[in-house]
């Protein structure tokens, strides 16, 4: 992502080469600098390769988390950080209603295993997308950093899966860690910025989660 010095680095370069060069390599380049900041990665869907891979509920899971866009509690240190994207169909279609529970450790790797903090649930909007407010999880001994997910589409079977940072030294030594699973990661105005697109199988068959 291109920061405010490259950009305008970037305007100064192509005034520069709309008085050297003739029209036609000015646009190609025009086009080839405005459209790689802006275009968004493909959608990982439309193959069965795609779907969101499940992984364990792991130990700290809690029913009935609050229904919230932000985990920001007070009092609550670290990293902020939002996580934010879409969740669609094997066939790339945006999905409205789908349940997204979210539950992580603090910055310390410890859980709140007696209240909901750093706990809460969401549902996507018409488009299919998501977001939620919260930090940057801590690593707690054996694991890698990472947030623990649940989906569900209405009327269709739990996924329950994690999502992972990039360039983490401990991915590598995480027996659990999958690539696949690895956020698109960013600095954004008020903290980090994680994006990740989920793709529910709604044909697989519904069962007990
Ligand atoms: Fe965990």
Not at 44 to 61: K, L
Not at 69 to 86: A, N
Request: charged share 20%; aromatic share 8%.
């Amino acid at each position: 992502m291109l920061g405010e010095d490259e950009r305008s680095r970037a305007r100064r370069a192509f005034l520069r080469a709309l008085m050297a060069f003739p029209a036609a390599v000015v646009i190609d380049s025009v086009q080839g600098a405005s459209a790689q900041p802006k275009v968004r990665p493909t959608p990982a869907c439309g193959a069965a390769a795609g779907i969101t891979p499940s992984q364990t509920e792991g130990p700290y899971f809690k029913p009935s988390s609050p229904l919230r866009t932000s985990l920001l509690d007070p009092g609550i240190g670290g990293t902020k950080i939002v996580i934010e994207g879409s969740v669609m169909s094997t066939e790339c279609r945006p999905l409205a209603r789908v349940l997204i529970d979210i539950w992580q450790a603090d910055a310390r790797g410890d859980y709140d295993n007696v209240g909901y903090r750093l706990r809460g649930h969401q549902f996507t909007d018409d488009g299919g997308h998501y977001r939620v407010e919260t930090i940057v999880p801590g690593a707690y001994p054996g694991r890698t950093r990472h947030f623990h997910v649940k989906l569900q589409a209405p009327g269709r079977p739990v996924l329950t899966t994690q999502l992972y940072f990039p360039g983490e030294p401990g991915n590598q030594r995480d027996a659990i860690f999958h690539p696949d699973l690895l956020m698109r990661l960013h600095d954004g105005e008020t903290g980090k910025v994680g994006q990740f697109d989920f793709v529910l199988d709604l044909s697989a068959a519904a069962r007990r989660s």
